[in-house]
């Protein structure tokens, strides 16, 4: 018998789910297979660097899309339409989302650096640009915005020809850095990562609350939620190597 977990149903969720059940029925449920592993998610493992933008793109388009209820399919919530994008490499991308719900979307295209964020909440027209990289390969994109990229809300940018990315290139040369200013949401010192409500750190993400690794992990030590601070985050190791708290 398989027993598949639904989208924000947690492990403790199924397992007093099964006590509950145990205990109502007085028989024991067997579980012959598991097709999820109980391993907490990494905010940041779908937003590993896949690409680069050309530093002088070749070309131009502009390409509309619209996001909501109203695109969603069978089994989903919401969507965004188009889900397939295409673009030429090296060429600079003007999205104009369309918001036609009355709710918060966040169209994400992170495998791109810098990565590409544009969001709004409420009905409303909006548009960012990005230029594409000078290389065939196909990126995912999808909404930002908790649980939505689970109801439909993904897609994928195919660029020139398409493909699969190359494998990651050792980082050589200087360390990229990069400052941003925020406020702490959360911090665990168990697993060495803080949860910050972040400005935009230009020229490497937009403005929005993110789960970060911090390196090394006694950074967190004393840092409270509320408490402002002034970060730099290392962008090949896409963690946070340096905090400084800032006046109230």
Not at 203 to 213: G, L, N, R
């Amino acid at each position: 018998m398989k027993k598949t977990l639904l989208p924000g149903i947690s492990a403790v969720g199924v397992a007093v789910a099964v006590a509950v059940a145990v205990a109502v029925s007085g028989s024991a449920w067997a579980f012959t297979e598991f097709e999820a592993a109980f391993v907490p998610e990494d905010p940041l493992a779908k937003h590993r660097i896949l690409a680069t933008s050309c530093e002088q793109p070749r070309s131009f388009r502009r390409i509309e899309m619209k996001g909501g209820t109203k695109f969603a399919r069978a089994g989903e919530v919401f969507a965004f339409e188009p889900r397939v994008i295409r673009a030429k490499r090296c060429e600079e991308v003007e999205i104009i989302l369309e918001n036609t719900d009355t709710v918060r979307h966040a169209l994400m295209l992170p495998g791109l650096n810098p990565m590409f964020t544009l969001e709004f909440t409420g009905r409303g027209v909006k548009s960012l640009r990005f230029v594409t990289p000078d290389e065939d390969i196909t990126l995912e994109f999808h909404c930002h915005v908790e649980t939505h990229e689970d109801m439909g809300m993904h897609g994928q940018l195919i660029v020139g020809k398409g493909g699969a990315p190359t494998p990651a290139k050792a980082a050589v040369g200087p360390k990229r850095l990069f400052e941003g200013k925020g406020v702490v949401v959360s911090t665990d010192a168990r697993d060495g990562r803080l949860v910050v409500d972040h400005e935009e750190i230009k020229d490497f993400m937009a403005p929005m609350v993110m789960s970060y690794q911090v390196l090394p992990g006694t950074l967190l030590k004393g840092l409270k939620p509320g408490a402002r601070i002034r970060f730099t985050i290392d962008a090949d190791k896409r963690a946070i190597v340096g905090i400084k708290r800032l006046a109230q």
